[in-house]
Nanobody, 127 residues
Framework: QVQLVESGGGLVQAGGSLRLSCAASGRSVSSYGMAWFRQAPGKVREFVAFINWTGGKTYYLDSVKGRFSISRDNAKNTVYLQMNSLKPEDTAVYYC????????????????????WGQGTQVTVSS
């Protein structure tokens, strides 16, 4: 079993930055594809960013490209989401998810692909 705990959320003004962390425990996630999803009030949960288990491939939601960056530190069993130039429409609960071990990564944007989820961290961007 893998437990995921997100942190780093909060309230920030538009144009500001936040860095989310997702700490894994229970087993190493070094062979897992890791992703961030988000869910705004009244909306479905949507894919935000993915990093494959080697760290060599990343994918992003179009609306966050150039502003968000996903990374991983396998030594710390942690995945990060650096969010810059935040907009009010980025307001949501952000969830970390893990798929593996050694996933194909072909369906990285599908919720059903992921085996483990964190409890989420709230990000609120004020205008």
């Amino acid at each position: 079993q893998v437990q995921l705990v997100e942190s780093g959320g909060g309230l920030v003004q538009a144009g500001g930055s936040l860095r989310l962390s997702c700490a894994a425990s229970g087993r190493s996630v070094s062979s897992y594809g890791m992703a961030w999803f988000r869910q705004a009030p009244g909306k479905v949960r949507e894919f935000v960013a993915f990093i494959n288990w080697t760290g060599g491939k990343t994918y992003y939601l179009d609306s966050v490209k150039g502003r968000f960056s996903i990374s991983r530190d396998n030594a710390k069993n942690t995945v990060y989401l650096q969010m810059n130039s935040l907009k009010p429409e980025d307001t949501a609960v952000y969830y970390c998810a893990a798929d593996g071990p050694y996933p194909s990564g072909n369906y990285y944007d599908r919720l059903s692909e992921y085996d483990y989820w964190g409890q989420g961290t709230q990000v609120t961007v004020s205008s």
